[in-house]
Every structure is written in structure tokens, then in C-alpha cells.
């Protein structure tokens, strides 16, 4: 079975996060989402998401198309990575945390998995940014 995983906030499942799960979905057989918590968010962003960790979680395992939601570590970004151990992971179009020298660190985990970058789908409309407002 081919594993993909895809990470992100996911703070009002929308459009975009749809089109996100399908795209990934692609490349496997079985997508698992990794929903970031809601301390490290505060950490990336400045801010707590609107959603708590709990009800974004909830949010993601209720869409048909994902196989497995779970919640990302607290210290470890990567530990979440090994544990899964995934054959692909889909990389959001505008993510950029922990995406810097993803590979080297995969390479040091002793993983090999193929890194893919997703497609926008309509980003001036569908980015939680804007909806979130």
C-alpha cells in the first residue's frame, strides 16, 4: 500500500483543502493528514488557529477522501514522519515550514520518500488567510 502524507493547519475546511486531499490522494492509495497542533501553530503564525486542535482534527477525519487523520508531535516535526513512515509526501503550494532541506533530513531518518510539490487551486479565493478574516 502506498502512503501519502500531507501536513497543514486546516482551520475551516474549505475548496482549496479539497482540492489539497485530491492531489495528494494521486499518489497513493491511502492519504494521511497530519494536522497541526495548535502550540505550534501559535509558534509559526503568531496566532492560535480560530478552531481548536481537537475540532480541526475532527474536520479532517469527517472528509471521505482521507484515509487516516492525525495530530503533528509537539517537539519532533519529523518524528510524525518517521512513525508513518510515508512513500510520498505532498507538500502544500505555499508551504515553507520545515520544507528547508526536507530531503536531507528524510536522507537522516534513514527514509526514502518522494517529496511532491501540490498544485494552488484558486488561491485568491480558497487560502485560509482570506476566509479566515
Known amino acids: 500500500m502506498k502512503k501519502v502524507i500531507v501536513f497543514g493547519t486546516f482551520d475551516g475546511i474549505h475548496e482549496g483543502h479539497?482540492?489539497?486531499?485530491?492531489?495528494?490522494?494521486?499518489?497513493?492509495?491511502?492519504?494521511?493528514?497530519?494536522?497541526?497542533?495548535?502550540?505550534?501553530?501559535?509558534?509559526?503564525?503568531?496566532?492560535?488557529?480560530?478552531?481548536?486542535?481537537?475540532?480541526?482534527?475532527?474536520?479532517?477525519?469527517?472528509?471521505?477522501?482521507?484515509?487516516?487523520?492525525?495530530?503533528?508531535?509537539?517537539?519532533?516535526?519529523?518524528?510524525?514522519?518517521?512513525?508513518?513512515?510515508?512513500?510520498?509526501?505532498?507538500?502544500?503550494?505555499?508551504q515553507n515550514s520545515f520544507t528547508d532541506d526536507l530531503e536531507g533530513r528524510l536522507r537522516k531518518l534513514n527514509l526514502k520518500v518522494k517529496i511532491v510539490r501540490l498544485k494552488a487551486y484558486k488561491p485568491k479565493i480558497y487560502h485560509s488567510s482570506k476566509l479566515n478574516k
Open 18 to 94: 479539497l482540492n489539497l486531499f485530491k492531489q495528494a490522494k494521486k499518489y497513493g492509495d491511502y492519504l494521511i493528514v497530519v494536522v497541526g497542533r495548535d502550540e505550534n501553530i501559535k509558534k509559526l503564525k503568531g496566532r492560535y488557529p480560530l478552531k481548536n486542535e481537537q475540532e480541526r482534527l475532527s474536520n479532517v477525519r469527517n472528509q471521505g477522501i482521507v484515509g487516516e487523520a492525525v495530530l503533528g508531535g509537539l517537539s519532533d516535526p519529523y518524528e510524525i514522519i518517521s512513525k508513518i513512515n510515508p512513500n510520498i509526501i505532498g507538500l502544500g503550494y505555499d
